[in-house]
């Protein structure tokens, strides 16, 4: 009986360290032949299109019952958790109808977006105008950013090879895969 047990929790930590951050029947719907860079260049092409994105929130505005948010693409680690020691392939804006807590959805948090491609949105910049693409959120799983620590007491700790072992943003109990998609 004992066995049992401990051979089912030993199981179930396997499996939750497999686990992705968004849900499967929202996964089901994502076009995962259109990267961000496709996206970026065709977005009036692929209206209707469901994507998977992520990055780190710019700025966030809200007009009446409609919150943007400005977002700098990151690649995703294969959980969909932000990369954020990756090069940015661009912005990209998402709209949603759901309020957002103002604390919560602020500058610098990292973001996975599971959303519908509405086109392209131009927004005035310091530069002139820009164009983004467009994205109507299906699902949105905040993450903060990791923290650098410098007291590492025992080296043998990190295990990814990239000294971020207590840096990680959180999640799954077996920390992100080593490299993105």
């Not at 509405?118 to 990791?146: C, H, W």
Request: hydrophobic letters at 40%; one cysteine or more.
């Amino acid at each position: 009986m004992v066995r049992l047990s401990l051979a089912t929790t030993i199981l179930s930590m396997f499996l939750a360290g497999c686990a992705h951050v968004m849900s499967a029947e929202n996964l089901q719907l994502v076009d995962r032949s259109i990267g961000y860079g496709e996206l970026n260049a065709h977005a009036d092409s692929l209206v209707g299109k469901t994507v998977l994105v992520g990055g780190i929130i710019e700025t966030v505005r809200s007009s009446g019952d409609v919150t943007m948010l400005e977002v700098s693409e990151l690649k995703l680690f294969k959980n969909e958790v932000p990369n954020e020691d990756a090069p940015t392939g661009g912005r990209f804006l998402a709209i949603s109808t759901a309020l957002f807590e103002a604390t919560a959805f602020r500058p610098g948090k990292l973001v996975t977006i599971i959303g519908e491609v509405k086109g392209q949105q131009v927004m005035k910049t310091d530069n002139g105008d820009s164009t983004y693409p467009l994205i109507a959120v299906k699902e949105l799983r905040l993450f903060r950013p990791s923290e650098q620590s410098s007291n590492i007491v025992n080296p043998y700790q990190n295990q990814y090879g990239d000294d971020k072992f207590l840096r990680r943003p959180p999640g799954l109990s077996g920390g992100e895969p080593g490299s993105p998609y």
